[in-house]
């Protein structure tokens, strides 16, 4: 490994963070990069480069902050070999693979090639003329006063489902524990390939989720009856839309690729994060022998 790439979150304090990989690299022969604005706080002796260089160049990027940033790393590492390694910073990732102290220990696990990729599916959604990618989910969402999203949902070219809702998100597996999860959709395998759907306070008669094919074309058509929405794209508004407009979906597997280090499992994050609890009708002696078992 010859290269590291520096994803920094805007306003936490990556001081820590920042020096162990500088001294690590320092100790091993590899470069350390960071996008110019971002290490320009800190002071430190990364080199300065574009976004658009830090993925081309960069061997590995670590996204040092929270999911928001572990995202925006797999945006820049979109079209490029380099996997992401992301760290918590302060709060519990559910997309972080490890902790500060841990960061040595993990550099030298990769550079010896000591690790796993968990490839993830991205989305990429046309508006119109403009062209956006999602890692986690794109939604369409109501504009407060100018009434629901009513949307159809398209698939190879012909309606499948409508909805009235507050919002309907258009999901990627690990998506699927963000907004979706928050509207009442499943939990997915990030090792599935799939594209869930899910309406957000559905008004309609049909209310459930559909769960597609990577191979299926999608579209997100706002019918004659729909307000003007958000287009909302891994949880930022990207652009409004209005009746009568359609957001083109493709999924696209191998989007980027995530450093797993064998230390959780996508369940066991999945628990944690979400605070999963068990049914209170089941005795905790039985769950203890069923998970022993």
Not at 79 to 90: D, E, I, Q
Not at 202 to 226: E, K, M
Request: net charge negative; hydrophobic share 45%.
């Amino acid at each position: 490994m010859h290269t590291i790439g520096l994803v920094l979150h805007p306003q936490r304090d990556s001081a820590e963070a920042v020096d162990a990989i500088l001294g690590w690299a320092a100790g091993n022969g590899a470069q350390v990069l960071g996008v110019g604005d971002e290490i320009k706080r800190l002071n430190c002796a990364a080199t300065a480069v574009s976004a658009r260089e830090l993925g081309r160049r960069s061997d590995l990027l670590v996204s040092l902050g929270g999911d928001g940033t572990m995202l925006r790393a797999m945006r820049l590492a979109d079209g490029h070999p380099a996997p992401v390694l992301g760290v918590n910073l302060g709060k519990l990732g559910f997309l972080a693979e490890v902790d500060v102290p841990q960061l040595p220990a993990a550099l030298s696990a990769i550079d010896r090639k000591d690790f796993t990729v968990e490839p993830r599916l991205a989305i990429d959604a046309v508006i119109g003329s403009a062209a956006v990618t999602a890692f986690n989910d794109v939604a369409v969402v109501r504009v407060p006063g100018q009434g629901s999203a009513v949307v159809a949902v398209r698939v190879g070219g012909q309606s499948f489902v409508s909805y009235a809702a507050d919002a309907v998100i258009a999901a990627t597996p690990a998506g699927s524990t963000a907004y979706s999860f928050s509207a009442g959709g499943p939990i997915i395998s990030p090792s599935v390939e799939a594209l869930l759907i899910t309406p957000a306070s559905p008004h309609s008669a049909y209310n459930r989720g559909v769960v597609l094919s990577v191979t299926d074309s999608v579209t997100l058509q706002l019918l004659p009856t729909s307000g003007r929405v958000a287009v909302e794209v891994d949880g930022r508004v990207s652009c409004y839309a209005d009746a009568g407009q359609g957001i083109d979906l493709r999924a696209r597997p191998d989007g980027a690729r995530v450093v797993r280090l064998g230390q959780t499992t996508f369940y066991q994050r999945a628990r944690r994060k979400l605070r999963i609890t068990d049914s209170a009708e089941i005795p905790t002696p039985l769950l203890e022998t069923d998970l022993a078992e």
